[in-house]
């Protein structure tokens, strides 16, 4: 049982930055793994970072090397920094927490409402 809120998403022009964050409340034993989703029309879900709680992370192809996720535990807060980034990124981004890698990854943690962030060309 957890509450995640999001910020950050917005409008930004290709090559530009925007910092997500994510803040869980509730249950802190379900926050093992954080991670974000993105979503954008036409597209398949596509699971774009994971960070345990000991800060191990994982990155899909599409974003290695402009993307980071960190996490601050003290505040059970996930970010996603998301630099040089391009129209491709334009997507809904959830947070998506759960208590493993696979819960996450299979979708069946707890969702945010998802913020949006477009890249203009």
């Known amino acids: 049982q957890v509450q995640l809120v999001e910020s950050g998403g917005g409008l930004v022009q290709t090559g530009g930055s925007l910092r997500l964050s994510c803040a869980a409340s509730?249950?802190?034993?379900?926050?093992?793994?954080m991670g974000w989703y993105r979503q954008a029309p036409g597209k398949q879900r596509e699971l774009v970072a994971t960070?345990?709680?000991?800060?191990?992370?994982n990155y899909a192809d599409s974003v290695k090397g402009r993307f980071t996720i960190s996490r601050d535990n003290a505040k059970k807060t996930v970010y996603l920094q998301m630099n040089s980034l391009k129209p491709e990124d334009t997507a809904v981004y959830y947070c998506?927490?759960?208590?493993?890698?696979?819960?996450?990854?299979?979708?069946?943690?707890?969702w945010g409402q998802g913020t949006q962030v477009t890249v203009s060309s």
């Open positions: 998506v927490v759960g208590p493993s890698t696979v819960i996450v990854q299979t979708g069946f943690g707890s």
């Open positions: 509730g249950s802190v034993f379900s926050i093992n793994v």
């Open positions: 960070i345990t709680s000991s800060r191990s992370t």
